[in-house]
C-alpha cells in the first residue's frame, strides 16, 4: 500500500504500521532502546521515557496505540500529588471531576460512559430486544 509515512510524511510504499521503509529500522531501534529502559528500570511515565529518548511523546503514544508497547508497563502520575492514575481516579482531583461535569463546558455526567453504564444499556438492549422476539408470532407457510 502506498501512501504518507506516519512519521516523515514522505508519500511512499508502507507496511501495516503506516511506516515507510526507511524510518521502519530507526524507529525499530528506538522501539528496542524503550523496551530495554522499561525492563532496566521499570515503570516509567510516558513523558519520562520520551525525555529520555530524544523523541517526541507522541511516538511512545504512537507505539501503545499500535500495541508495540502494553499501557500498564507506564505510570500515570496525577499533576498535583504524583499517585498513579492507571487504575483509579485521584482523591484530590475527584472534586475538579464532579465540578467539571456539573459545569456549562459540554460535559454531562449522564452521558459519561463507564464500564458498568456500558454493561447496563447492553442488557438493556437485550432484554428489550428479547421481549419484542418473545411477541414475535412464529407461523411457518408452506405451499399447498
Known sequence: MYGNCILCDNYAKLNRLYICSDCFPIDEQLLQLARDMIRAEGRMSVFELADRLGVPYERVFL??????????????????????????FCDCMKNSYASESGGGNGIHPEKFYSAIRIQQRRNDYWDRESRIRRKQKRDIWLPT
Open 63 to 88: 507505539w501503545i496505540q499500535q500495541r508495540r508497547l502494553k499501557p500498564g508497563q507506564f505510570r500515570y502520575n496525577c499533576p498535583v500529588c504524583g499517585k498513579d492514575l492507571l487504575y483509579s
